[in-house]
Structure formats: C-alpha cells, structure tokens
C-alpha cells in the first residue's frame, strides 16, 4: 500500500472528504454561545484533522458547504447561515453586555434566545431603547428564532452539538399563552422599531 501523499489527488480528497464527514454541512450550524476561560466561544469543536496538514486545510475550508466560513467564537462559522444560541444570559446584565461587545458579535445575523431573554432583554431602559441598542451593536443581525420547550441546564445543552431547531406550527402558537405573548411582544417590537426607520428582525418561534 503507497503512503497517503503517494496516492492520487483525487483519491485523497475523496478520503479527506470522508474523514471529516463534510455533507453534514449540508445544514447550518448551532452555535451555543458562552464565557468561557473570560472569552466568548462556541460549543462546536474544530476537527482535529483541520491540524494535520496544509491539503487537509485546503480540503475543509474549500468545500462548496464551507466557503463562507470564518474563524470566530473559537472555532470556524459561516455567519450567513449559523445561528447562535444564547444560555446563561438572563440574570446576568454585564455578561449579556460583553458578549454584545465582544469581537465578532458585530457579524451574527441570526440569534437565537429561549423566550425568557427574548422577551426580558438585561439591559436597562425600554423594551424598544434595549431592541434599538441591540441593532446598533449587532449591525449585522437580521433574525431572531425564539426557543421553547428548552428547560435543560446550560452544561447540557453546551454538550448537544447537534441542536436543531424546528419551527412551531400555526396550530402549536395559537394553543399556547407564552407562546401568543412572545408574538405579541415581537410585533410590537417591530412596530416600535418601524415608526424609528429602523430595520425591522424577521422572527421564527421554534423548539428542539
């Protein structure tokens, strides 16, 4: 059997390929967002292949699922399509405020937030002066999924590398009180934010 770099170019990326199981791109990521160590960081690893060597690199990086990927929170994002789960923040106003401050927060476009940050932001001020500071400092940022049915602790939902969320049914919002009220409270949000010429967020309501 030839070494690896013996092997023809097609075949290797045909292993690289395999080893880093890169169709499961196929779908945006979730990032859980957390202080970890005095720095914000996602709970998704780096493949320890990414180290092995410059093709292996090259490889990852260049698949049609990773062109928009960048380096941030630690580990490698595409802020086009990632979303990123905020835990851990609803008691905590100056933790909520470093992470708004923090490097690459500026780039997220989709946040997402179980509905007791969502609609009790820790910040001071109104409703639509703490939706207004949100926009001026994440500039990017264009939706908001608000989670349900999500009571586990934050160590176990760091763990859940492979959290997706689903989207309520019409039937699943109307047959819930909290859930009619985050509505609620995010049209009027909107509405707030309209009457400011300010960029309305595209919301989803959603559980695990």
Known sequence: F???SELPAELRIQIWELAF???RFSQAAVHCIDERGGRFISNQPISSLLHTCHEARKIYLGHRFRKGVEFAFGTYIDFNVDTFYLINYERDEEKFDRFLESPSAYKIQNLA????LACNIPMEGHMSEKQWEMKNLLNSWVELAVVFNDDRGSEEAWEDIGMRFQDLSAREKRKHAEI???RAYMKSLNSMMARCDTLETNYRFVRL
Do not use: I, T
């Not at 937030?113 to 007791?116: A, L, P, T």
């Open 2 to 4: 030839p070494q690896f």
């Open 21 to 23: 199981d890169l169709d």
């Open 113 to 116: 937030m179980r509905k007791s």
């Open 180 to 182: 009619s009220y985050a």
